[in-house]
């Protein structure tokens, strides 16, 4: 399975837009990139999941470069309810789907 | 989307004593079930795969004598922690892979505190 590479923190603002990168440079060709939420004790929540250039849904974009050794997450102005970790994982989700979760990036949104 | 509970919440127990946490998805069926571990401020670790009506895969250095899982049916996997020791106070998640669509969806974790 890939390893992921992310940065430990980052710090933003209300309202900003924050993006987060992943370096993934040992994705095999049939990987999926996954980003998953999580709060305080709670488990992870699935924000988005792309193969290949971009894919959008209702709370954030998911860029992917041609080579596919990286990946962006970029959450749309935040809230302060986005502080949380964000995870970045690679993985085929096929007969084993078990996935590997790396340090994860905490986000800390301040008022 | 595709909800995964788990039961209990949380619990707290005294040493010595063995502790079962059940993982069940709500609707839909989960040949695959994965535990988690997460100590505070930490990642989460991957325990063991759990697969319906066969034995579970450990991972290195996970002790499956002690970490008991079963998943005797396609909604259900149990993780019984035997002999709980305070070093096994942990934050305890399973994920339930959906095998007709191949996403993986979370529980909301369990928080076991040994005494």
């Known amino acids: 399975l890939a390893k992921t590479t992310q940065p430990i923190s980052m710090d933003s603002y209300e309202g900003q837009e924050v993006n987060i990168t992943c370096s993934h440079n040992?994705?095999?060709?049939?990987?999926?990139i996954t980003w998953y939420q999580q709060f305080p004790s709670q488990g992870p929540r699935f924000i988005i999941q792309?193969?290949?250039t971009k894919v959008t849904n209702e709370v954030a974009s998911l860029f992917i470069p041609a080579d596919r050794k990286s990946s962006t997450l970029s959450l749309p102005r935040v809230s302060l309810s986005d502080t949380a970790v964000y995870y970045c994982?690679?993985?085929?989700?096929?007969?084993?789907?078990?996935?590997?979760f790396g340090k994860g990036t905490k986000l800390s949104v301040k008022p | 989307g595709a909800v995964v509970s788990q039961h209990p919440s949380r619990v707290i127990c005294k040493s010595g004593t063995s502790v079962k946490i059940e993982c069940r998805s709500l609707?839909?069926?989960?040949?695959?079930m994965f535990w988690y571990r997460q100590f505070p401020k930490k990642s989460l670790m991957l325990m063991a795969t759990?697969?319906?009506?066969?034995?579970?895969?450990?991972e290195q250095g996970v002790e499956k004598d002690k970490f008991l899982i079963n998943h005797a049916s396609l909604t259900l996997s149990t993780l019984t922690v035997t002999s709980a020791h305070p070093e096994d106070s942990s934050f305890y998640i399973c994920?339930?892979?959906?095998?007709?669509?191949?996403?993986?969806?979370f529980g909301p974790g369990t928080r076991l505190t040994v005494l």
């Open positions: 994920s339930a892979r959906d095998q007709l669509a191949g996403e993986q969806f």
């Open positions: 792309g193969y290949k």
């Open positions: 609707d839909f069926q989960a040949t695959t």
């Open positions: 040992n994705i095999a060709t049939n990987d999926y």
């Open positions: 994982l690679v993985g085929d989700g096929g007969s084993q789907g078990n996935l590997i």
């Open positions: 759990s697969n319906e009506g066969s034995k579970a895969t450990y």
